[in-house]
């Protein structure tokens, strides 16, 4: 499996090419659909799925140019369903940016669902709290995508539509903390850590 990080977009949102042999999967295309590309074309990758990890804006604005191009199907937990139906709203407010009409989701999500490309797969675990669809992709061994639940040092925020502070940290103490201290946690902002750096450092871990 390979990984490439791009970051993305005003919010500089951490994109993933995720590959393994000519497929990959898309993780949070976050904007700058050219860029997202020149990494497909370069590295002559069919695009398989494009999967955004919630639906706040700065993590798909992307999906509807790259989905044109690659034919890749989107794919979304349903409970972000909402939050997608209000991303132009949320833009504006946030940004002051006038971003598209939210991209039609072809595949909706469940805890437990799994993603496969090539060899290589991830399961789909149901981690809300910053919003009510949020979800992170774990490879069953060493690697965790984890979307706006856990970054290094921090967590996401709660305070967004949708969000619960409680919600999320149940979400990380349930999900993301009983797994291997080894496994690699790449986050949808900021640099990658590990399970076993979050457990120890990170002040809103510290039960």
């Known amino acids: 499996m390979v990984v490439e990080k791009l970051i993305l977009g005003r919010l500089q949102t951490n994109c993933y090419i995720i590959s393994d042999g000519e497929v990959a999967l898309v993780v949070d295309p976050a904007d700058e659909a050219p860029r997202i590309m020149e990494v497909l074309q370069r ?8 999967v955004a990890t919630h639906a706040h804006f700065d993590h798909l604005l992307a999906v509807e140019e790259v989905k044109n191009k690659t034919g890749a199907p989107f794919y979304l937990h349903h409970l972000d369903e909402p939050v997608l139906e209000e991303m132009q709203v949320r833009a504006v407010e946030l940004l002051g940016i006038q971003a598209g009409p939210p ?11 799994r993603l496969s490309i090539g060899e290589e797969g991830f399961s789909v675990l149901h981690t809300p ?6 979800i992170s992709l774990y490879d069953g061994r060493s690697n965790l995508f984890s979307g706006d639940t856990l970054f290094a040092g921090s967590i996401g925020r709660p305070d967004l539509p949708g969000g619960s502070y409680e919600t999320l940290i149940r979400s990380i103490q349930n999900k993301l903390l009983p797994l291997p ?13 590990t399970i076993g750096q979050e457990k120890r450092h990170n002040p809103f871990l510290q039960f």
């Open 103 to 113: 991209p039609k989701v072809d595949v909706y999500l469940e805890e437990g669902d």
């Open 181 to 193: 201290e080894e496994v690699a946690v790449y986050p949808g902002h900021g640099p990658t850590t």
């Open 129 to 134: 709290g910053h919003s009510p669809g949020g």
């Open 43 to 50: 590295h002559k990758l069919q695009a398989v799925g494009l």
